[in-house]
């Protein structure tokens, strides 16, 4: 067994919180290295904790694991094929999105579902079942995953569909096991082009109403939303919807190499950035530009990157927030509750919270995943400052209220949910539990949100914290 001797500390991408892990040593032979792992897996002692890692771009502590290892996505990189006649890739799971469409963009071929950044490993996809701006169409990542390898503590398997281990996975946050390998099916694609339809709206309600009717009409849709915004113009977005461009929708000088690709970081941002760089003044003057200079409405053709992954171009662009960091706070509300929806953002807007661009999306139908985040409604997220005044008292608010609502928080970007509301918030988490107790009955795979969130036993349901904070703002903690 490992000796817990190289210690490294672990954080999210919001630079706060870490914790120390010990990294597993990396087998030069991937087949050995696995081999050794599930060995390593099965006779771990009671007490161990291990979990994978991928590029640690969840925000809070999903890839954390204090005192206990880490396996990180160096690991499980040998295995790259693709089946152009099937269209499914079989890989590792440490390759990045960005490193599979670098290879397989110039062929013709998209991932199907992609986050706002691409780097992002495919076994952080699965484990987080993402979602992108086609959720409305496409669904969530696993819905295009036909099976992938696993290490739990009895066995190394290919789990498939039929399996509830599949679909504990989906959104499992690593606590299933290591997934070393995945099939995935990928998207034909014309061209390395998008062509997006841009909409300026006045205020949310506009927003939400040009949502629910022109949604459908295309696979990719995001708005983008000034959080800063209040009275009339509450919520006033820039909506972007966006197609596949085919060759016929290109100009010449792109239509000469349609399936170009070969996304470039245009800057770097330093480590002494200090904390008030992005403040309540900067972040206003960002939001305000940033609207009244986007088209009213407007057809154009954009690159890949600059449709789907634009903050990409600034490598690191996390340390902007500083030493501080801030988080992502994403939630989702069901269809049917636009006006609690409303009313959170007037609450973000009254509490002048700073927001580096607030992204609203429309999800559709949900996966089979027990814990996966999408369901039918509305999604939110809004990057702010950990410095903010008065923002743990605000967000604790708001989860009460997304839970009352039947909505939830997102644990990719969690790192300050109570336990009390997640069985609220994932009301199949009892269902997860069971299938995780058969597999992995010791808990080796836990990490620091799942125990801080309770997510592996039953304990906390309904403790005095609830009442207490429920009363505090306001409303009965109904649970
Ligand atoms: C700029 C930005 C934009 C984003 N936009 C979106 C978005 O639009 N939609 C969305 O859904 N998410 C979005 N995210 C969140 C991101 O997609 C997820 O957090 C994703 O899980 C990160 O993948 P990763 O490889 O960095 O995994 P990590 O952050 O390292 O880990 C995430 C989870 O996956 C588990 N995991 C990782 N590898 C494995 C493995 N091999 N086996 C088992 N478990 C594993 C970890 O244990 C952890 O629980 C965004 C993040 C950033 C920084």
Known sequence: MPQLSNTQLFGGWGRSPSSASALLPTDEDPAVKLDALAE???SAPDGTRLLA?????????????????VSTHYDFRDIFEFNPTSEELRASSGFSL???MRRLI???YFVYVTPGTRYVTLGGAIAADIHGKNHHKDGSFINHVESFELITPSSRIEVNRSDPLFWATAGGMGMTGIITAATIRLKKVQTSYIKVTTQKTLNV???IEMMQRLDDSFTYSVAWMDSLASGNSLGRSVITWGEHASEADLEPKLADNPLSYGPS?????PDIAPSWLLNMASIRAFNEAWYRKAPKNKVSIESIPAYFHPLDAVSDWNRLYGRTGFLQYQFQVPLGQEETLISIIHRFSRNRTPSFLSVLKRFGPSSSGHLSFPQ????????IP???KGLSELLDGIDFQVAEAGGRVYFAKDSRLIPELVPKMYPRLDEWRDVVEKSDPKGIFLSDLGRRLSLRSGEVKKASLVETLGAAIGKGPNL
Do not use: H, Q
Not at 265 to 269: E, F, G, M, S, Y
Not at 376 to 383: Q, R, V
């Open 265 to 269: 970081v245009k800057l770097k941002a």
């Open 106 to 108: 110039p062929e013709g």
């Open 40 to 42: 390593f897996v099965a």
């Open 98 to 100: 960005d490193e599979i």
């Open 205 to 207: 309600s506009e927003t």
């Open 376 to 383: 039918p409604g509305w999604t939110l997220a809004l990057d």
């Open 386 to 388: 950990i410095r903010t």
């Open 53 to 69: 890692r991928g590029m640690g771009r969840s925000y809070g502590d999903a890839a954390n694991c204090a005192g206990g290892y």
